[in-house]
T-cell receptor, first 120, second 106 residues
C-alpha cells in the first residue's frame, strides 16, 4: 500500500538546522508531488512548500523562502525538507503529504509526522 | 495574502446535522478539499475537488458551495466525527488552509 514514512523526532537548539525525510513506497514516485505542512502545538495546519517529483522544481510559501529547502532523491524515493535558523516558533509537527491528479488533486496520503522541538 | 476563514468551533448533537463553513475571496471559482484531523493523528481527506468523497469516507460527508462560501455538511453526525476540520484550496500556485474548526459532538 501507499506509505509515506518520516524520520524521527528531533530536539534542536535555536539557530540550528534540521533535515526531515519522507520515504515513499507503494506508488510511482515521480507521478505525485510532495508537499510539506507543519502544525505548531494546538494550532492549525500551515503549508510550507512542495516539490515536483518529476523534476526539481520547488515552490515555497513566501513565509519560508530563504530558510527552507525542499529536495528529493528520486532513486531512493525520498523527499527532504531542510529548515535553517530555527527558533522556538518552529517547534511543530512537520508532515509530508503527496498530491497529484491520481489523488484527485488532494493530499490523499500523509506521513505520520515528525516532531521538531526547538529549545535551548 | 489569501485567507480562508472558518469558525473556530461547532457543536452538534449525535444524529443531527453539522455544518462547517469556509469563506474566501473567489472561492466559488476554486476547487476545495476538506480534511479531518483527530488528536495525535495525521489529517485525512474527506472531500476533494469540491464534491468527491474518497474511498472509505462515509456518505454522510458532503460539500456545497454558494458564492464565496463552502460548507462541509455531516449528516447524522456520529461521535467518531468529533475532530478538527480544515478546508484547503490553491491561490497563485500556493496552498492555503483554513484556520480549522473543532467539531464537538455532545
Amino acid at each position: 500500500q501507499v506509505q509515506l514514512v518520516q524520520s524521527g523526532a528531533e530536539v534542536k537548539k535555536p539557530g540550528a538546522s534540521v533535515k526531515v525525510s519522507c520515504k515513499t513506497s507503494g506508488y510511482t514516485f515521480t507521478t505525485f508531488a510532495i508537499h510539506w505542512v507543519r502544525q505548531a502545538p494546538g494550532q492549525g495546519l500551515e503549508w510550507m512548500g512542495w516539490i515536483n517529483a518529476a523534476n526539481d522544481k520547488t515552490t515555497l510559501s513566501q513565509k519560508f523562502q530563504g530558510r527552507v529547502t525542499i529536495t528529493k532523491d528520486t532513486s531512493a524515493r525520498i523527499a527532504y525538507m531542510d529548515v535553517s535558523s530555527l527558533t522556538s516558533e518552529d517547534t511543530a509537527v512537520y508532515y509530508c503529504a503527496r498530491y497529484g491528479s491520481g489523488s484527485l488533486y488532494s493530499f490523499d496520503v500523509w506521513g505520520q509526522g515528525t516532531l521538531i522541538t526547538v529549545s535551548s | 495574502s489569501y485567507e480562508l476563514t472558518q469558525p473556530p468551533s461547532v457543536s452538534v448533537s449525535p444524529g443531527q446535522t453539522a455544518s462547517i463553513t469556509c469563506s474566501g475571496d473567489r472561492l466559488g471559482d476554486k476547487f476545495i478539499s476538506w480534511y479531518q484531523q483527530k488528536p495525535g493523528q495525521s489529517p485525512v481527506v474527506v472531500i476533494n475537488q469540491d464534491r468527491q468523497r474518497p474511498s472509505g469516507i462515509p456518505e454522510r460527508f458532503s460539500n456545497s458551495k454558494s458564492g464565496n462560501t463552502a460548507t462541509l455538511t455531516i449528516s447524522g453526525t456520529q461521535a467518531m466525527d468529533e475532530a478538527d476540520y480544515y478546508c484547503q484550496t490553491w491561490e497563485s500556485l500556493t496552498v492555503v488552509f483554513g484556520g480549522g474548526t473543532k467539531l464537538t459532538v455532545l
